[in-house]
């Protein structure tokens, strides 16, 4: 099927950088758009430009204090010691000019890619620059100052009123999403993650299932290290579709960070390109026969900006317009354009080349393993099915 499909974009997406040599790197998205334009599926017709987000807008997820520090920070009135309170000066998340006005336009953009959706004139909206998912109410974390998912899906909440599934698959927990709607029924998030064993932000444990009220509306997938295609396709797509069928949403939101792959270098999952072609087919498929369509995709991490993250997020465009996934060689004129600025040797095609990293030795381990968190994730809906119906009784 054809499918109306915006592309949320500005060239500013660039001026959210912490440092030189941080791995937060921006230059991710003009690269995965530059390769759209150059494979010939990206139009200035589907560009969707952005806005600022409003403190007001920001402030349904984040304090006005928090708010109010950032704008200082990125002033320079307040010191890192002043700002360690709220995440900001860290390793992580270091202080930089106009911080606050860099990461308002990302929440900007996510909710211009909402209202572009929800308004009905796009089947689906795509916003790579956001997908900041590890932000809280007072704090930054985790490379992000202000959580654009978590403030989209508030926004969706209090201006359409609709149910929201949010569906988070890069390789990090997506905490401050799940912790922000824990207790809300009309929101339900998966996240199907690297276990917090080795890996920040140490949650998304099988037993985060909800608070109160919200309780059976989250949903955690904390695989192995070393989880290659065919298991972390099996857990998303069982899981997935179970949890569609459950929870029955108006829209779908997806987090579409690209550092499940094997050469991200701050991850220890062994994904290829194969997944990040199955990922978006599933979430559309869904979204269609469940949501009307309705669909935003997310950015988020994704650490090997060369030779990952472009060709990860382009699919999710390819399939966003009802296409099929990309296949055979990259477009020659992006390679040359790239190559002189990359410290690595670009990929060639769209696919990895067969047997590009040593063959784990515990395969049939950790897919076991898998299985296991598999059923323990999806036994409260497995619980629900499995019981008598109710019958009208004296």
């Known amino acids: 099927m054809t499918c109306k499909s915006?592309?949320?974009?500005?060239?500013?997406?660039?001026?959210?950088?912490?440092?030189?040599?941080?791995?937060?790197?921006?230059?991710?998205?003009?690269m995965t758009k530059d390769l759209l334009d150059k494979a010939g599926t990206l139009s200035n017709e589907?560009?969707?430009?952005?806005?600022y987000a409003t403190d007001e807008e920001i402030q349904l997820v984040h304090s006005r204090k928090y708010v109010d520090t950032v704008k200082k920070a990125g002033e320079g009135k307040l010191t890192e010691e002043e700002c360690l309170e709220f995440g900001i000066g860290t390793e992580d998340t270091p202080i930089f000019t106009n911080m606050h006005e860099a990461s308002s336009l990302l929440v900007g953009s996510t909710l211009a890619a909402i209202d572009a959706v929800l308004d009905g004139d796009y089947d689906h909206a795509l916003?790579?620059?956001?997908?900041?998912?590890?932000?809280?109410?007072?704090?930054?974390?985790?490379?992000?100052?202000?959580?654009?998912?978590?403030?989209?899906?508030?926004?969706?909440?209090?201006?359409?009123?609709?149910?929201?599934?949010y569906v988070d698959t890069d390789a990090h927990?997506?905490?401050?999403?799940?912790?922000?709607?824990?207790?809300?029924?009309?929101?339900?998030?998966?996240?199907?993650?690297?276990?917090g064993r080795y890996l920040f932000p140490g949650t998304g444990n099988v037993n985060e299932r909800g608070l109160k009220e919200g309780y059976g509306y989250s949903f955690n997938l904390p695989i192995d290290a070393f989880t290659e295609d065919e298991s972390f396709l099996e857990l998303y797509e069982s899981a997935f579709t179970e949890i569609v069928n459950y929870?029955?949403?108006?829209?779908?939101?997806?987090?579409?960070?690209a550092d499940a792959?094997?050469?991200?270098?701050?991850?220890?999952?062994?994904?290829?390109?194969?997944?990040?072609?199955?990922?978006?087919?599933?979430?559309?498929?869904?979204?269609?026969?469940?949501?009307?369509?309705?669909?935003?995709?997310?950015?988020?991490?994704?650490?090997?900006?060369?030779?990952v993250v472009p060709r990860a997020?382009?699919?999710?465009?390819?399939?966003?317009l009802g296409e099929q996934p990309?296949?055979?060689?990259?477009?020659?004129?992006?390679?040359?354009?790239?190559?002189?600025?990359?410290?690595?040797?670009?990929?060639?095609?769209?696919?990895?080349?067969?047997?590009?990293?040593?063959?784990?030795p515990r395969k049939q381990e950790i897919t076991e393993k898998n299985a296991k968190v598999l059923e323990s994730c999806m036994q409260l809906i497995y619980n629900q099915k499995n019981m008598p119906s109710q019958k009208s009784g004296h």
Not at 151 to 165: A, D, K, N
Not at 247 to 257: E, H, L, M
Not at 313 to 320: C, F, L, V
């Open 6 to 30: 915006g592309f949320v974009y500005s060239p500013d997406v660039v001026n959210y950088k912490f440092q030189e040599e941080h791995p937060f790197n921006q230059t991710r998205v003009v």
């Open 313 to 320: 997020w382009a699919q999710i465009w390819k399939i966003m």
């Open 261 to 307: 792959h094997f050469l991200d270098p701050l991850t220890h999952l062994c994904g290829t390109m194969n997944i990040f072609e199955k990922i978006p087919l599933l979430a559309h498929q869904l979204a269609h026969e469940k949501c009307e369509g309705k669909w935003i995709a997310l950015g988020g991490g994704g650490y090997d900006i060369w030779r």
């Open 326 to 360: 990309f296949k055979g060689k990259l477009p020659e004129d992006w390679r040359n354009h790239w190559q002189p600025k990359s410290p690595v040797t670009l990929p060639s095609t769209w696919h990895d080349v067969a047997n590009s990293y040593k063959a784990i």
């Open 247 to 257: 929870f029955q949403p108006d829209v779908i939101v997806t987090q579409n960070g």
């Open 173 to 195: 927990h997506g905490d401050g999403v799940q912790w922000a709607f824990y207790d809300d029924p009309g929101v339900c998030t998966f996240s199907i993650h690297e276990t």
């Open 46 to 51: 589907q560009i969707i430009t952005p806005r």
């Open 127 to 165: 916003n790579l620059g956001g997908g900041l998912h590890h932000g809280f109410e007072r704090k930054a974390s985790g490379f992000c100052i202000y959580n654009d998912g978590a403030v989209g899906i508030r926004y969706i909440r209090e201006q359409y009123g609709y149910r929201v599934l």
